[in-house]
């Protein structure tokens, strides 16, 4: 365990207390719907507690994030891949001096609203809504914490401070910015978000990269002897193997996978920290209006990381049996959808009601989006079981 860069101790933390340009309760540009102050327990905090508490958040165990969800208990689900991104932000947030509660706040909700079957559920709905606004889970996320989430007697939505709101949008079309008011305004300006915010959304990447190599290899989808053509790998599987020989396979792929999102977080931290000091920035509006993002890889990581990532969408996003089981997975999204367009009478009460109050109120696209926020909000195997009630054939 002596010697080897995945094994050194974390940098030293900054000195007690908040960092100047990281985001604080005090300073929050709050909620839309004003509220009493969480004195006791902070902003940042009460939105993560609220995010915790949310249905959508439960339902995360339930869907895919690569696999689907019934094809073994080992595999990662979207819940455990949020708490994973949620543990690597919060690390990262408390080297640089930021605002850990709200870095996990804005990991913790980044994927409430993924469809049912991943990627592949996600491009199956944005297909069928291509006339009426498409579908992006991104947009989706903001839109289940701002509008769907019905738990509070004064609102709907959860009610976030701005900053998760934010933090939540990690990427939107310009079109879609200017139909989000201030929360959307940065995209149309060109600023930055918050450090935390940037954070999060790298944090997701090193959680993601990480534990998808634990998983494809489980799943025997891909092989170490694959998966040593890459840098990244090869130099760490290679020392695991030399350190402890008589080590068992999967307590060495453990170990590899643990030093690689070590190394990928130590190096984001020290490399973060060496551009926050280069750039000079002393406050949250100087990190919003700098040039670029600061929270990010060194060059020689950034290329090793993307080399990996590049690995995993050939051999493993792409495997035929990856693909086979999306191409099931869209269409039962897509038998839904055209099922419940066509009579909106098959979906629950609730939802049957949303959809024509919208349609008669506001017209078709308000009906699709009803029917579309019905399809999304489904877990993997409620949607496969909503199927087979319909249609009554196996699918899945
Ligand atoms: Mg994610």
Redesign the pocket.
């Known amino acids: 365990m002596h010697g080897t860069p995945s094994s050194r101790p974390d940098p030293a933390p900054q000195a007690p207390g908040p960092a100047p340009y990281a985001a604080s309760d005090a300073a929050s540009r709050g909620r839309e719907h004003v509220e009493p102050l969480a004195s006791h327990r902070g902003e940042f905090r009460r939105d993560r507690e609220r995010i915790i508490h949310c249905t959508a958040f439960r339902r995360l165990e339930y869907k895919t994030q690569l696999f689907v969800n019934h094809e073994g208990d080992l595999f990662r689900t979207r819940l455990t891949?949020?708490i994973e991104?949620a543990q690597v932000a919060r690390r990262i947030a408390h080297h640089l001096g930021l605002n850990e509660q709200l870095s996990e706040a804005i990991a913790l909700a980044?994927?409430l609203g993924h469809t049912p079957f991943g990627h592949a559920g996600q491009d199956a709905l944005n297909r069928c809504m291509q006339d009426h606004g498409g579908f992006e889970h991104n947009l989706q996320s903001l839109r289940v914490v701002d509008r769907l989430e019905l738990k509070y007697p004064q609102f709907a939505g959860l009610n976030l401070t701005f900053e998760t709101r934010e933090g939540i949008l990690k990427h939107c079309s310009k079109k879609n910015a200017k139909m989000l008011g201030t929360v959307g305004r940065r995209f149309l300006e060109r600023t930055q978000p918050s450090l935390e915010a940037q954070l999060a959304n790298i944090a997701?990447e090193i959680a993601?990269t990480s534990h998808d190599i634990d998983d494809g290899l489980r799943a025997k989808l891909i092989t170490v002897t694959q998966l040593r053509s890459g840098a990244l790998f090869d130099e760490h599987f290679g020392a695991v193997e030399s350190e402890f020989p008589g080590l068992g396979w999967r307590r060495k792929i453990f170990e590899a996978v643990r030093r690689i999102r070590n190394q990928l977080t130590l190096d984001l931290i020290t490399a973060s920290r060496a551009a926050i000091d280069a750039a000079g920035v002393g406050s949250l509006d100087e990190v919003r209006t700098h040039d670029r993002a600061l929270i990010r890889f060194s060059d020689p990581m950034r290329e090793k990381n993307q080399a990996l990532k590049d690995f995993l969408r050939k051999h493993l996003y792409r495997h035929y049996r990856v693909h086979r089981m999306n191409r099931q997975a869209a269409k039962v999204v897509c038998d839904l959808y055209g099922a419940f367009s066509e009579d909106i009478r098959l979906m629950p009460d609730e939802h049957h009601g949303l959809a024509t109050v919208a349609g008669e109120r506001r017209g078709v696209s308000e009906r699709a989006r009803v029917i579309s926020d019905y399809i999304s909000g489904m877990t993997d195997r409620y949607a496969i079981a909503e199927h087979r009630r319909i249609f009554n054939a196996k699918i899945i």
């Open positions: 891949h949020s991104v980044h994927d997701d993601y």
